[in-house]
Nanobody, 116 residues
């Protein structure tokens, strides 16, 4: 019943922008910390950005000055605005609903490809 559905991935040229969306359902969205993670080919999944229910956010150093995470609790949606994209940003991006004691929920992932 809990579902996270990502959208907005695609192909862009280096220096371009994309906005990812993650629509959540089946939970009380507004109480949870949400995150964006990514996994490039041959690499471990890594945190990109995280936003708590009070709106506080943190970012990986590699994206700190380029990406912005936000949320709209009335729409049960978390966003990731990605600017000045670089080829090293190429990865599958996953939406994650954080839980303290139980397993988290993950979206299906959306591919972001940045060409040189």
């Amino acid at each position: 019943q809990v579902q996270l559905v990502e959208s907005g991935g695609g192909w862009v040229q280096a220096g371009g922008s994309l906005r990812l969306s993650c629509a959540a359902s089946g939970m009380i969205f507004g109480i949870y910390t949400m995150g964006w993670y990514r996994q490039a080919q041959g690499k471990q999944r890594e945190l990109v950005a995280r936003i708590a229910n009070d709106g506080s956010a943190n970012y990986a150093d590699s994206v700190k000055d380029r990406f912005t995470i936000s949320r709209d609790n009335t729409k049960n949606t978390v966003y990731l605005q990605m600017n000045n994209l670089k080829p090293e940003d190429t990865a599958v991006y996953y939406c994650k609903l954080e839980r303290r004691l139980l397993h988290p929920y993950w979206g299906q992932g959306t591919q972001v490809t940045v060409s040189s």
